[in-house]
């Protein structure tokens, strides 16, 4: 499992730190610019936008869903949230509040100008 995020982003990083903190050590936390996207099958644009977490399967799961997926794996009372970030109502949620979070990135605690969304 891996947890991959925009290492170039003050506030992704923090996220990410906090986390792994959280997370069983076989899962990798890695900054997409450390990786071979191609290997994922994802592109700089979809990384640079949103965090990612690749299952055992290979499988790619986007935003809130990475953030789920992530909470679930730390487990514990994490795990409760995380599963309520994928299931509806809370995914209904979720979803924008997470892409909301991600678009003013940049002005959340920890970031700078390098953590501005591309247009």
Not at 10 to 24: D, H, K, Y
Not at 30 to 51: K, Y
Not at 99 to 109: D, G, V, W
């Amino acid at each position: 499992m891996q947890l991959i995020f925009d290492g170039d982003c003050g506030f992704c990083t923090n996220s990410a730190r906090w986390i792994e903190a959280r997370l069983p050590s076989d899962v990798d936390i890695t900054p997409w610019q450390a990786l071979d996207l191609d290997e994922f099958g994802l592109s700089e644009h979809q990384v640079m936008t949103a965090a990612w977490w690749i299952d055992d399967a290979g499988i790619a799961h986007r935003g809130h869903k990475a953030v789920g997926r992530s909470l679930i794996a730390a487990g514990g009372a994490w795990a409760l949230l995380g599963r309520s970030f994928l299931i509806a109502p809370g995914s209904w949620l979720a979803r924008p509040v997470y892409a909301l979070i991600a678009r003013f990135r940049y002005k959340l605690p920890g970031s700078s100008e390098a953590c501005r969304l591309p247009d």
